[in-house]
């Protein structure tokens, strides 16, 4: 007997057109202003089902599958720009436009939240308020990855390397990759049950090469448009509030001092969790994003 596959509950999904060739696969809820939820790796927008249902009650509540992932197109990489932050963060304008959005606040983990800070630096006039969950930004990232306690990123070097022996890797043992990062970022295996996890290994199985682009993209024109930022004194002028675990503490870094330099008006909070927040603490996150949106 077929099974019903996991989904937000009280969710729509609908594939929305963003560009000409790319669609994205939106998951959208609720009335009200709107919110747009940014999944990371190796998810896909189902990892905000315990989050999403519960801003919908205030807001309108939109969760993509970011170009390259989930149920979403992967177009190839020719150039290294497909899937740059300043491209997937323009599919995000054009997905909010597409549902009747000029303005929104935008909440992102992981690989999301990168693309949620490049749309903010991006686009200061779309974003009114940001959340980030567990990152840093990207020129940050690299700053403080150094020594033996960079073996915790060592899949950031691994997809960093040019196009084919990265991908041949993965694809030869993807749920092993994948489910590693499943397993090792949990602190409560109950957050991830099998039918979840299942349906993240399924989706990251079929799109190693798009995964792949997006991280050697964080590599290198990524960094390019941070450092430009950067000299520059582009910051987030929005409210700013960033969730992280402590992980600072064992690789040698102030978190909140970096992200000071990023924005002005932040509010920087260490949770007691693993990386898959919204998963293992949904009620906390719902509480900072719903404080954020306040300012």
Not at 214 to 220: E, I, K, P, Q, T
Not at 243 to 254: E, I, N, V, Y
Request: with cysteine; proline share 8%; aromatic share 6%.
């Amino acid at each position: 007997m077929p099974t019903t596959p996991p989904a937000i509950p009280g969710f729509a999904e609908h594939r929305i057109p963003v560009t000409d060739d790319i669609t994205l696969n939106t998951a959208t809820g609720g009335t009200g202003t709107p919110v747009i939820l940014l999944h990371g790796f190796p998810q896909t927008h189902l990892m905000w089902r315990h989050v999403a249902p519960e801003l919908a009650a205030e807001h309108t509540v939109i969760c993509p599958d970011l170009r390259g992932y989930g149920a979403s197109d992967k177009p190839t990489d020719p150039d290294g720009t497909t899937y740059s932050k300043r491209t997937m963060a323009a599919d995000v304008i054009a997905l909010a436009k597409a549902l009747g959005h000029e303005r929104f606040a935008l909440v992102g983990h992981d690989r999301g939240a990168l693309v949620a800070i490049r749309a903010g630096l991006d686009h200061p006039d779309k974003v009114t308020h940001l959340a980030s969950l567990d990152v840093l930004p990207t020129l940050d990232m690299w700053d403080v990855m150094r020594g033996t306690s960079a073996a915790v990123g060592f899949h950031l070097y691994l997809m960093a390397q040019p196009p084919g022996l990265p991908e041949q890797l993965i694809e030869a043992s993807a749920d092993a990759f994948f489910g590693h990062f499943l397993d090792v970022w949990t602190r409560d295996p109950a957050a991830l049950p099998p039918e979840i996890r299942a349906a993240y290994l399924a989706a990251s199985r079929a799109a190693v090469p798009s995964i792949v682009a997006d991280y050697r993209a964080s590599a290198g024109i990524d960094v390019t448009h941070d450092r430009a930022d950067r000299e520059a004194d582009r910051r987030l002028r929005m409210p700013v509030t960033v969730l992280q675990q402590d992980w600072g503490t064992a690789l040698g870094f102030d978190a909140a001092r970096l992200w000071s330099a990023w924005a002005p008006d932040l509010r920087h909070t260490t949770v007691s969790c693993g990386h898959f927040m919204a998963e293992e603490a949904p009620e906390e996150v719902v509480k900072a994003v719903r404080d954020l949106l306040t300012r």
